[in-house]
């Protein structure tokens, strides 16, 4: 199934502000689905996290109506690269032992957004859209 642009971002942006609502809220339960136990320093760092994943939310909602351009080209490879960078550490940690088989659907979802995002850079490129 390929997805524009638009809809990736769209769908991004959505999964970014649940997570922060989430990593803000609620840090124990998703710590606790990855069998890591909640610390105040754990919380400290998810709290800042959850500001991060709501600030991504808002600027894929906000490009997610911009032509192909070299500013959309960059956030969508840099998006890339950090989803699949996390995607080989949460895989990572879970084969050394220091996260439970939770952190797995976390790997899965960034690998498939990862792959999304490469996929709706291939076919703008495919439909001959220009970068500029």
């Known amino acids: 199934m390929q997805l524009s642009f638009r809809t990736l971002s769209i769908i991004t942006s959505l999964l970014c502000f649940v997570l922060a609502l989430?990593?803000?809220?609620?840090?124990?339960?998703?710590?606790?689905?990855?069998n890591?136990?909640?610390s105040f320093a754990a919380g400290?760092?998810?709290?800042?996290s959850a500001v991060l994943f709501a600030a991504l939310g808002v600027v894929f909602y906000l490009v997610r109506s911009a032509p192909p351009s070299?500013?959309?080209?960059a956030l969508s490879n840099g998006f890339i690269v950090g989803c699949f960078g996390l995607a080989v550490l949460g895989f990572g940690e879970w084969l050394n032992g220091h996260a439970g088989p939770g952190i797995l659907l976390a790997v899965l979802v960034e690998f498939a957004l990862g792959l999304g995002?490469?996929?709706a850079r291939r076919v703008t490129v495919e439909l001959g859209e220009t970068v500029s």
């Open 36 to 38: 890591i136990e909640y």
């Open 44 to 48: 400290f760092v998810a709290r800042r």
């Open 117 to 119: 995002f490469v996929q």
């Open 70 to 73: 070299l500013g959309r080209n």
């Open 22 to 34: 989430a990593w803000g809220f609620f840090p124990q339960v998703l710590l606790a689905i990855w």
